[in-house]
């Protein structure tokens, strides 16, 4: 695995500070990151990627270095414009997407709002349709928690660690380990409280847009850890079929196989990103 960041860049979007990388040259290939994470766990992808294309990686907001939520933001489509306007700023016009986690859920936003600029999607450990009620009640009440606490409690930061990374990882992989403790451990409290639980809420509280990615039209593959709890294979199956596309399981990986299986998951993307564009 990588251990150098490249240089993170700053721009203002819709009021507040977008931090992004922009790599390489050639065909645009934008990557979206999960919840709690930041462009750190796409770095395999971006050494590879950055070799053949230009590699845009946008960090949520109040993640990375990344700014507060803006104003005004009600949900995840207004994400997508968010992610759209830094685009806009950089000059690029047509891109390829690939979304992990919520990062799929406004690739998928963006691509349904302006199908004519994205070349390919791909939509990893991710799902358009609602969130289960279990879950979401799960989720609603650990966001509760660190809202109160205004910090993640312990037992919290325990418990979420095997919904994004396999058992294997967790024993095996401190490295993956420590950079998602890093990654949670740089977050401004003041930033968990006006950012990371109202994010939150959006994304446990989505739209139900699975049906709507029937009007899709670009080239698209599904791919999902075969260890992930967090979004299921059986999850991304069904948004695979829904689309009529593929749909690829990585094995022994869970919900961050750009970390987890770096070198299957490179592979995928490169094979999926060398298909000539249709249009």
């Known amino acids: 695995m990588t251990t150098a960041a490249p240089t993170t860049l700053t721009t203002e979007v819709a009021g507040s500070e977008m931090s992004y990388l922009d790599i390489g040259s050639g065909e645009p290939v934008v990557l979206g990151h999960s919840y709690l994470w930041d462009s750190r766990m796409w770095l395999p992808q971006v050494e590879a990627l950055s070799r053949t294309h230009r590699v845009i990686v946008p960090e949520l907001w109040g993640h990375g270095r990344s700014g507060r939520l803006p104003e005004g933001t009600t949900g995840l489509q207004d994400v997508a414009r968010h992610h759209l306007a830094l685009l806009d700023k950089l000059g690029v016009e047509r891109f390829a997407l690939v979304g992990l986690s919520v990062g799929g859920m406004w690739a998928a936003e963006m691509a349904l709002a302006v199908p004519e600029r994205v070349r390919a999607l791909v939509l990893m450990d991710t799902f358009l349709g609602e969130e289960p009620p279990e879950t979401r009640a799960r989720y609603f009440g650990m966001l509760s928690a660190v809202e109160a606490a205004g910090a993640i409690p312990e037992a919290i930061g325990q418990a979420i660690l095997p919904m994004f990374l396999a058992p294997a990882t967790i024993e095996n992989r401190p490295e993956i380990v420590g950079l998602f403790q890093s990654a949670l451990a740089g977050v401004a409290p003041d930033r968990l409280v006006d950012t990371i639980v109202p994010l939150g809420r959006m994304i446990f509280g989505r739209r139900d847009a699975l049906q ?68």
């Open 212 to 279: 709507d990615l029937r009007t899709i039209r670009v080239p698209t593959l599904v791919m999902t850890g075969q260890h992930d709890l967090s979004r299921p294979v059986a999850e991304g199956r069904a948004m695979a079929e829904v689309m009529g596309c593929a749909f690829a399981e990585i094995p022994g990986a869970a919900h961050i196989p750009t970390l987890e299986a770096p070198e299957e998951v490179t592979g995928q993307l490169q094979g999926f990103l060398a298909r000539p564009p249709i249009g």
